[in-house]
């Protein structure tokens, strides 16, 4: 059973592009979560997804942020016009169910660089 | 706020000794609280979990503790490895899927 992956593992970006990163959760997994961790920083939570729907994304900038979890395929965290405060480290959680006592699995995640 | 506190921010012991983390939290409601190890360019990879009435927990030569009246949480790693060198992460979950992470603890391990 593969873990959750995560492509690309590393982006680099002009500032104004778009950048969008890919989280395939593990096997039999309906639950996604993004976090982003800046630099020295803990990681911060984003967003929470089920499959086509957006649970909770309270932790997403209300700006240029955007977050799916589709039928079928990945889901994508898309990040447009992108600015030099966006470099950070963006991981990818899944989980087979909801709750605090469910463990979520991590991905090596996206090392974004907005040059 | 919520806020999860590590101590210290950075660790270098030599290989074989043992060491003790730190975790310091003011999370309400509290659930659970997680250890995880972070390997540089990784995702972090759960060590332990422990709950409410769970005082201790081991996995391997890692042990963690929990004093939930005084809201500290501790990591001792036995016998240190120099594949031990990672970031070890605390996390508070409060309810449902709300993870609080903290700033992490840097360990290196020398030969």
């Known amino acids: 059973n593969a873990g959750v992956m995560q492509n690309p593992r590393h982006l680099v970006r002009r500032r104004g592009q778009e950048a969008r990163l890919r989280c395939s959760p593990m096997k039999g997994h309906s639950h996604v979560y993004w976090y982003r961790q800046l630099p020295e920083e803990g990681l911060k939570f984003m967003v929470y997804l089920q499959k086509e729907n957006i649970i909770d994304e309270s932790g997403m900038p209300k700006e240029r942020f955007s977050a799916e979890f589709p039928k079928e395929g990945p889901s994508i965290l898309r990040i447009q016009q992108v600015v030099r405060g966006d470099s950070a480290a963006y991981f990818c959680?899944?989980?087979?169910?909801?709750?605090?006592?469910?463990?979520?699995?991590f991905g090596p995640g996206t090392r974004l660089t907005v040059l | 706020k919520n806020q999860v506190e590590q101590s210290p921010q950075s660790l270098i012991i030599l290989e074989g000794k043992n060491c003790t983390l730190q975790c310091n939290y003011t999370v309400s409601p509290f659930s659970n609280l997680r250890w995880y190890k972070q390997d540089t360019g990784r995702g972090p990879v759960s060590l332990t979990i422990m709950t409410f009435s769970e005082n201790t927990k081991s996995n391997g030569r890692y042990t963690a503790t929990l004093d939930a009246d005084t809201k500290q949480s501790s990591l001792h790693i036995t016998a240190s490895q120099l594949s031990d060198s990672a970031s070890y992460i605390c996390v508070v979950i409060t309810s449902g899927y709300a993870l609080n992470f903290g700033k992490g603890t840097s360990l290196l391990v020398t030969p």
């Open positions: 959680a899944s989980s087979p169910v909801s709750g605090g006592a469910s463990e979520q699995f």
